[in-house]
């Protein structure tokens, strides 16, 4: 048998990772100007408006500003755990990406490309596995840092991503009973063809976005960090660019929920009556994109918005809404789901 | 209690129904308001490019008058330092020398004249106590500095610019 490599594909696909890695990357750059516009507006402030026309550079000069700083490993701490730890933490956001459908495929010459690192079959379940692998970099973090509020806020970090991944995982099941597959492009392409599943699973929805929030370490549900009541949280001991990285990941993660929100329940780059408009490939695929980043755009505002109109729970609140309401909600979505499908499958 | 005003309402503290308990509902209005914020003017005032309006009776920096020949009006009287609650002007008087006449609208004049607008808390009690209308309090305020010093305001920084003279040559 011949074995050849296909270096078009490689090459293809390698473009494909750095324009993703880039793309999500610069997102989060401008999500830390967006985050600080709309937290002016909502106050009505103006927000940065010094560097650059409408503080465009704002993002560049935060960035310098924390490269310049100081960068201080604590005596007794841990060095190899200490500098892990941030590094899984941006490793683990930049790595969710992959399985994301992009766009639809677009033909360049006789090749079809298609906007997708990797569809494989497990996609949400490659999505769920690395974001449960991200509680690490938390936890890392607190425990190299020798110091017993760190420790403590990773605890409570940790604590809290592991209990809203369970009724994230539930609320996805109910979505996968509809859609039959894990393959986030099947799930796009039936969406495409159907109605979108936010219409099937509103409830299934809503427990995603407050488990998204929660897994973002986004307020109302961010106590690993907590900076006003609790000195900080995990990255307490962290300086300069490590807890940059921290505070970047997070707004990854922030773009990747909004980016994966708008795939699994708002038709991800299908929009409605795409397939009527008697459009070529190519340019139905550009527009697809533009509408996935639409949507994509939308969502981060709302983590925005959600962040500068609640407060924080309590601790025990958030236990509490996460075990005995989303838990027990999220198997009752499921139950009505599978009675639904099966309803509709074999009739009574 | 007698209540002050009657605007006081009791607090409710009947238990929450459901519609309360699912908290979404006043999330979302909680929203809708925020949202609303969004749209509403700025209460910011663009600082450097704009400035706040002042009140016609505003008192801000003091400048040290001259005369329309530009001789200075102060004779250093003291009568400021004297005014002052905040003890922020000294001076020190010196006698006008022959030839100086054209410098000096007095036979005595300032030769030090110095406020701490650190100290200051501009009530405008020495432009009131000035007998010969040499102090004034601007419509200005003093620049922030990164010493102390800087606050300290000689002769150079308080007396205007000279009525008969070119701007470079005031600058001298």
Request: hydrophobic share 45%; net charge neutral.
């Amino acid at each position: 048998m011949e074995f050849t490599i296909d270096w078009y594909f490689l090459i293809e696909k390698l473009l494909l990772i750095s324009a993703v890695l880039g793309v999500s990357l610069a997102v989060a750059m401008y999500s830390t100007w967006g985050e600080r516009k709309v937290a002016a507006w909502i106050q009505d402030r103006r927000g940065p408006n010094r560097a650059g026309i409408f503080g465009l550079l704002q993002p560049l000069a935060d960035g310098g500003k924390l490269f310049f700083k100081e960068e201080i490993i604590p005596s007794h701490a841990n060095r190899f755990l200490f500098v892990l730890g941030p590094s899984l933490a941006m490793l683990t956001a930049c790595l969710t990406s992959a399985v994301i459908p992009w766009g639809d495929t677009l033909t360049i010459g006789d090749r079809i490309v298609s906007l997708q690192i990797a569809d494989i079959n497990i996609g949400v379940l490659w999505i769920m596995a690395v974001v449960g692998m991200g509680v690490y970099g938390i936890m890392i973090g607190g425990w190299a840092s020798n110091n017993k509020f760190s420790l403590l806020a990773a605890c409570r970090g940790a604590s809290q991503v592991i209990s809203y991944e369970l009724p994230m995982g539930l609320a996805l099941i109910a979505l996968f009973m509809l859609s039959g597959s894990l393959s986030l492009k099947d799930i796009v392409e039936q969406q495409r063809e159907g109605v979108w599943y936010i219409l099937l699973q509103p409830i299934g929805f809503l427990i995603f976005l407050i488990c998204a929030f929660a897994e973002c370490n986004r307020t109302p549900f961010d106590l690993p960090e907590a900076e006003n009541e609790l000195n900080g949280g995990y990255h307490l001991e962290y300086s300069s660019m490590k807890l940059g990285f921290y505070l970047f990941a997070e707004y990854i993660n922030m773009f990747i929920s909004s980016v994966l929100m708008a795939t699994l329940y708002f038709g991800g780059y299908a929009f409605p009556y795409m397939d009527s408009l008697g459009l070529d490939g190519n340019t139905l695929t550009i527009l697809g994109i533009v509408a996935l980043f639409l949507k994509t755009f939308f969502f981060i505002f709302v983590f925005m918005w959600v962040r500068w109109t609640i407060p924080r729970f309590r601790y025990d609140q958030l236990m509490k809404l996460g075990w005995k309401i989303l838990i027990p909600l999220a198997l009752l979505n499921m139950l009505i789901t599978g009675a639904v499908v099966l309803f509709r499958q074999y009739g009574i | 209690m007698q209540s002050l005003t009657n605007r006081a309402t009791p607090v409710d503290r009947r238990p929450m129904n459901l519609w309360e308990k699912l908290y979404l509902p006043a999330i979302f209005k909680g929203m809708a308001i925020t949202l609303g914020h969004i749209f509403k003017k700025k209460a910011t005032v663009n600082y450097p490019e704009e400035t706040r309006p002042f009140s016609p009776v505003f008192r801000g920096l003091h400048i040290l008058n001259r005369d329309e020949e530009g001789r200075e009006r102060c004779t250093a009287c003291g009568l400021c330092a004297v005014a002052c609650p905040a003890e922020a002007i000294t001076m020190e008087a010196a006698e006008r020398l022959p030839g100086e006449e054209h410098l000096y609208r007095e036979e005595k004049y300032a030769a030090r004249y110095e406020i701490n607008m650190l100290r200051c808390i501009f009530c405008g009690f020495c432009e009131e106590a000035c007998p010969k209308q040499a102090v004034y309090m601007s419509e200005t305020f003093a620049p922030s500095n990164y010493q102390r010093q800087g606050f300290i305001y000689g002769k150079d920084d308080l007396l205007i610019a000279h009525p008969q003279k070119s701007i470079t040559e005031n600058k001298k």
